[in-house]
């Protein structure tokens, strides 16, 4: 059915947005592309879960609840654990990407999001990562 | 009667205003002979008359109407006014009669013809005009007190003639109508009622059956409805006929209220029970289709998931200029679209599923009160409880504890229902406390009870909600609105749970600070 790379590690991405639909859409468009898919729907849950495990991409909403993408992606960028996390940030909010934002994020994708270029773009870091 | 006391012991004092002696004298005589006790005291003029008058112990004056210090209607006027009510009889010469019948006219009780005055006649006279004052008297009196207790009663009370004139009104009856006496006596009684809506009763009265009662609504001045009862009833003359009718008007507004309310709750229980019936007749018919429906809704689900990771799988086996040329995103636009539409169909479908399932519940409980009781530590089944609601919890970062008195008697209980009454609670609790929040549930001794309580910090419930909480499908504005949560049965399911246990449930909330449900369960 699917493209599963058996003999490779499983890649891993969490999705940090608050709209459980656009979640999903992420995670089967993830799902499709071999990732292994945690969500969270706040700013603080997200940042919780990002201690707890090491994720090899983040999916990041700005304007959320709790802690927003913004300020989450400020406080990763200052830590050095995360060197390694490419974070794609997508908003519906152009006006909310600053030039920070800009710099700090790997990719800057709105909303809505054309799917097969989001898999393109997640088959593309996978295949930087191994 | 008082007028037989007075011949044995007592007498009636006679003042005799007389200024000629022999006529005085004759008169004394007279008296002196009676049987009836009479002290005549004699004045030979006008003004020691007078003042002996004004020491107010006489019982009757005789006066003589020319008298030297003053004469005819003059002197009388005097007296009169002097008099308050002691009865004056009026001595006269034979040319003078017209003169005494004037003073007839200006009050005097009777007047007596010198010169043909008897002994007889004379007693009688004076007897005559102080029984009649002293009757009249007491007819005043006692119509005062008729006309105070009518005039003070709040009933509306008036008499009319049979042609529907109004002859008396009391104040009640001006109050509501807002008019005077004077304005509406003499008026037709239609013409006031009618300015008030009030069409009067039309009331059947003879003298067989000389009362009629009959209800009616009517505005009163402060444009309420009102409901008045009237009491009519008619005064018939000698000759038997109708001569004046007295109706009396009670405001019954407090039964007739009360009436309605009990009436309404009669129709209110009529269309619960029918509601019931229609509720789970409906359950059982819906429940097998929903059940299709369900599994339906759930496989075009993951269909619809399915549809879309083999889109996307077949977009990334292709080089990005691939993708651009073909309908690939099209075609991944739409698989999303329909995987949409399956997980709203399908969540509405679970929601649908849980109120079919909470209402057969309920239907169960009404129907089948029988409980399977078992002697349990309620702390154990809260212990099972909380464990099975706590992955809700932390799914909303809420803390759940648990605590108990050591020492905790058994209580006798169905273990499936009263689990079912604890898990409505706690999900509630879940559901209203916000991320972050904390749950206790404490199970402890009181009295003769056992208690479980379950206290959250959440949102609380607003004072006008907590009345209507255990009623079916109540849900506070906020639970209505978002997305998920219960049945809106939950509470009213635990509440007939606990109630079937011969348990007790009890809330006590402010919004902002959380609430705490109580349930007290009888110790064994």
């Keep these: ?10 890649y891993s991405a969490l999705i940090i947005d608050d709209n459980w639909f656009n979640r999903d859409i992420f995670r089967i468009a993830l799902e499709s592309c071999s990732y292994h898919v945690t969500q969270a729907d706040d700013g603080v849950k997200g940042s919780d879960l990002l201690a707890k495990e090491a994720f090899d991409l983040l999916i990041l909403d700005l304007l959320m609840p709790n802690m927003d993408g913004g300020s989450l992606l400020k406080t990763v960028r200052l830590n050095k654990a995360y060197d390694k996390l490419q974070v794609v940030v997508v908003t519906a909010n152009a006006h909310m990407v600053t030039q920070e934002i800009q710099e700090l994020a790997n990719y800057v994708m709105y909303k809505p999001v054309n799917l097969q270029a989001f898999a393109q773009l997640a088959i593309r870091l996978r295949d930087a990562a191994s | 009667m008082e007028k037989e006391a007075k011949t044995s012991e007592h007498y009636f004092t006679v003042l005799l205003i007389e200024d000629n002696p022999n006529d005085a004298e004759l008169i004394q005589d007279f008296l002196a002979q009676s049987d009836v006790g009479f002290k005549v005291e004699w004045m030979s003029g006008l003004s020691v008359g007078l003042e002996r008058l004004s020491q107010r112990d006489i019982d009757v004056v005789l006066l003589d109407l020319s008298l030297p210090d003053s004469v005819g209607l003059e002197t009388f006027g005097q007296v009169a006014r002097k008099a308050r009510g002691v009865p004056i009889l009026v001595l006269t010469g034979f040319d003078d009669e017209r003169l005494a019948i004037q003073a007839l006219h200006k009050g005097a009780q009777d007047y007596l013809v010198k010169d043909k005055i008897d002994q007889h006649m004379l007693t009688h006279a004076l007897r005559y005009a102080i029984e009649r004052k002293r009757i009249e008297a007491a007819l005043r009196t006692s119509e005062a007190r008729y006309r105070a207790i009518i005039e003070d009663q709040t009933e509306l009370i008036c008499r009319f003639l049979p042609d529907g004139t109004l002859t008396f009104v009391n104040h009640a009856y001006c109050r509501f109508f807002n008019e005077t006496s004077e304005e509406l006596i003499g008026q037709p009684i239609f013409s006031a009622a ?14 067989a059956s000389p009362v009629a009662t ?7 001045p402060s444009e309420e409805v009102r ?12 000759q038997g006929y109708l001569s004046e009718i007295q109706s009396v008007g009670q405001d019954i ?12 709750l009669a129709i209110e229980r009529e269309t619960v029970q029918a509601l019931r019936t229609f509720v789970e007749n409906a359950s059982h018919d819906l429940n097998t289709p929903l059940t299709i429906m ?6 075009s689900c993951k269909l619809a998931e399915q549809l879309l990771k083999q ?9 990005p200029a691939v993708v651009a040329n073909t309908a690939i995103e099209a075609i991944s636009q739409t698989a999303m679209k329909l995987y949409q539409q399956a997980v709203a169909q399908d969540k509405a479908a679970s929601r649908l599923q849980k109120i079919v399932t909470d209402l057969l519940k309920i239907s169960e409980l009404d129907r089948n009160t029988a409980l399977d009781l078992q002697l349990h530590d309620l702390y154990s089944i809260a212990t099972t409880l909380v464990e099975l609601v706590s992955p809700l919890a932390a799914d909303k970062h809420i803390s759940l504890e648990l605590e108990r008195d050591l020492d905790l008697p058994f209580v006798s209980v169905d273990e499936d229902k009263m689990e079912q009454a604890l898990q409505n609670l706690l999900e509630n609790a879940i559901f209203y406390t916000s991320e972050g929040g904390a749950i206790r549930v404490r199970v402890y001794r009181q009295d003769q009870t056992v208690a ?12 006008e909600d907590l009345p209507h909480i255990f009623e079916h499908f109540y849900r506070v504005d906020k639970a209505r609105t978002s997305p998920g949560g219960g049945s809106g049965l939950g509470l009213s399911m635990t509440q007939k749970i606990v109630a079937a246990h011969e348990g007790r449930i009890d809330v006590q909330s402010e919004m902002g600070k959380g609430s705490t449900f109580t349930i007290f369960l009888p110790a064994k």
């Design chain 1, 1 to 10: 059915m699917e493209t599963e790379p058996n003999d490779k590690r499983r």
């Design chain 2, 194 to 207: 009618l300015r008030h809506g009030w069409e009067p009763p039309r009331v059947s009265i003879s003298s």
């Design chain 2, 214 to 220: 009959t209800e009616l609504t009517m505005i009163n």
């Design chain 2, 227 to 238: 409901w008045y009862r009237w009491t009519s009833r008619g005064i018939f003359n000698e």
């Design chain 2, 253 to 264: 507004s407090d039964r007739k209220q009360a009436e309605k309310q009990q009436l309404e």
């Design chain 2, 294 to 299: 369900k599994s339906g809704s759930y496989l």
């Design chain 2, 311 to 319: 889109t996307i799988a077949l977009g990334t086996s292709m080089t």
């Design chain 2, 452 to 463: 479980v309580a379950i206290i959250d910090n959440g949102i609380g419930i607003a004072s």
